[in-house]
């Protein structure tokens, strides 16, 4: 029930009015309910019509989504994929923002430069370049700022300081959304000391093949030197016999032979060089040789230089010519002498030595097998690598007019050869020199060389079949052996000998025959005629034995061999020496 009551103005008294709260309130509420119930139906047709309305936006949403994680799955994919490839390749990847920081680094980087891969984050890269190639690393990021590309070769460093031989590549590219730099490195170590490795064979089969000419030339020459010479000191030595002791003629005949001796030596040089000379091979022991000459070697290096032997005993046995050896020793210690003029220390050492297959194949020319090593080390000025590439060189020499004739390592290196060994330089300029020699093992006893002594001329009677088609040398020959009771026959070639063979009638003791004539050789006219006398014994001259050609520079067991030029004085020796024997 609600009550109203309004007091009258003027008036005692008011009006009050009473009425049910349920009959004035229901018009409103059915004005409420009316109301509401619009507004529920306006949002149900409201949700419905908005669901359908959004209905293809949802689908196009759910579509997006979808896309979206297929392309973050195809991404995380291809990263995968990259990843692998990054950590599995063979070159160094180093990934660095502009400043040159290392971001990010592969597995070979760390097994290139020996930094694990925390450390290599972090570090600047010009740590990993080589002090002497920083300007390297400033163009790297020059070029990479400007065209986006880089390619050099550098050199990088390990961790332990060792040095890396570098191929770079870079290139500029986003990492984790901003721009970096790539570098990818590859170890061309290897690559270059193979290139390095086949260039020196390369010029050491180059350097073989020149000496190998030069000495055909020098081999050449010396073959007519020799026959011109014979006459020089032939005919001087036969001139001195002849003179009376105080002639004053004899004096300027001395002069000559001299000239011409000091012209023998030379050529003989000249002929080692060329590998023309014929060895007396035998096994000989390098200790002993060395021992021998040790005396002397002490003389020729004098008192400044201390000579030392480091000899490790005992060696095996060389094949060799023990005077060859000599040679090659004499060569090599005036050679250190001249190289310590202010003194200093010679070492000479041998000691047995194998040669495998790694070092034939880094040493031109040399085969494995069985050697013995004989080795020269000074102390002395050393020389620069111009010097060494020409030592061998005939005529090269260092020394001043008069001074050297550059020979000596030409012949010493002629023998070597000669030999079938090996001779190799080591020199630093300022620090001294080696010269290491390899001679072939010989297999049994050493034949141990007496002592020589000076024997005199003793005068024959036998009948000697001069062959040379020099008349010069038959002339020679003829006056020297006919005084000491000789009797001569002549022949100017292989065919006239054979003839002579034929038709002279008595005994025919001793054949002297050159070995290079025009037709017929010597060995070929020796070998025809000791059909019908087989009893004939053989010498063979000659200036230039390239009938080396038959024996290989050997003679063959049994033969004699006389070296040009003659002198009348070792031919009559020597002819004694192979009629004796019988
Ligand atoms: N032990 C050494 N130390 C430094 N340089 C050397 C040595 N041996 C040789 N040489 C250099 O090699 C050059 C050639 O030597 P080689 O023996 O062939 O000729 P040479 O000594 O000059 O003259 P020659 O020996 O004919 O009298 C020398 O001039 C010298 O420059
Ligand atoms: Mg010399």
Not at 272 to 293: D, G
Not at 322 to 334: A, E, K, S
């Amino acid at each position: 029930m609600i009550t109203a009551y309004c007091p009258v103005k003027g008036a005692q008294w008011g009006i009050a009015v009473k009425m049910d709260a349920e009959e004035l309130y229901s018009p409103v509420n059915r004005q409420i309910i009316l109301i509401s119930s619009i507004i529920i139906v306006l949002i149900l047709f409201g949700t419905f019509g908005i669901v359908l309305l959004l209905r293809p936006l949802t689908g196009a949403l759910q579509k997006e989504l979808a896309e979206r994680e297929q392309a973050e799955d195809a991404l995380r994919k291809s990263e995968t994929q990259y990843r692998g490839i990054f950590n599995s390749a063979s070159d160094a990847f180093l990934i660095m923002n502009l400043r040159g920081k290392i971001v990010e680094a592969n597995p070979q980087a760390s097994k290139m430069y020996g930094y694990s891969h925390e450390e290599l984050i972090g570090l600047h890269a010009g740590k990993l370049i080589h002090p002497d190639y920083q300007h390297i690393f400033e163009q790297f990021k020059e070029d990479l700022q400007t065209s986006g590309e880089f390619y050099a070769e550098s050199i990088n460093i390990h961790k332990d300081g060792s040095p890396i031989d570098v191929e770079i590549r870079g290139t500029v590219f986003d990492f984790k959304g901003k721009k970096h730099l790539l570098a990818i490195s590859r170890d061309i170590t290897g690559r270059n000391q193979a290139e390095e490795e086949k260039r020196r064979l390369q010029h050491q089969l180059l350097q073989s093949r020149k000496m190998e000419s030069v000495g055909r030339l020098a081999g050449g020459i010396s073959h007519d030197f020799n026959n011109l010479l014979s006459a020089i000191i032939g005919y001087s030595e036969m001139a001195m016999e002849e003179l009376p002791h105080n002639h004053p003629v004899r004096e300027k005949i001395k002069i000559i032979s001299e000239a011409g001796e000091k012209a023998t030596a030379l050529t003989r040089q000249l002929l080692a060089f060329s590998r023309k000379q014929v060895l007396e091979l035998k096994a000989v022991n390098l200790n002993t040789i060395v021992r021998n000459m040790d005396r002397m070697l002490s003389v020729v290096v004098g008192e400044d230089v201390l000579l030392e032997l480091h000899i490790k005993s005992p060696v095996r046995n060389v094949i060799a010519d023990p005077g060859q050896i000599d040679q090659i020793l004499m060569n090599l210690v005036v050679n250190a002498r001249d190289a310590m003029p202010c003194g200093g220390s010679l070492i000479i050492e041998t000691a047995d030595a194998d040669l495998d297959e790694e070092y034939a194949k880094s040493h031109e020319g040399a085969r494995p097998g069985s050697y013995v090593m004989l080795s020269l080390t000074d102390t002395g000025e050393g020389m620069s690598r111009e010097v060494q590439e020409r030592i061998f060189e005939p005529f090269f020499t260092t020394k001043g007019l008069g001074k050297g004739t550059g020979l000596g390592l030409a012949t010493v290196y002629g023998i070597v050869k000669q030999h079938n060994g090996y001779i190799w330089v080591y020199s630093e300029p300022g620090k001294g020199t080696m010269f290491k020699i390899y001679l072939p093992v010989a297999g049994g006893e050493v034949e141990e060389a007496g002592e020589k002594e000076c024997p005199v001329v003793v005068r024959g009677t036998e009948t000697v079949l001069v062959v040379d088609d020099e008349p010069t040398i038959r002339k020679l020959i003829a006056d020297t052996l006919q005084p000491l009771g000789y009797r001569l026959l002549e022949a100017s070639c292989g065919g006239e000998a054979l003839q002579t063979g034929d038709t002279f009638e008595g005994k025919i003791d001793l054949l002297l025959t050159d070995v290079i004539m025009p037709g017929m050789n010597g060995h070929e006219l020796a070998d025809a005629l000791k059909i019908k006398r087989p009893e004939i014994d053989v010498i063979f001259m000659s200036g230039y034995p390239d009938d080396v050609i038959t024996y290989h520079g050997v003679l063959k067991r049994g033969e004699t061999f006389i070296q040009k030029p003659l002198t009348p004085r070792r031919l009559a020796l020597k002819i004694r020496e192979v009629l004796d024997r019988k």
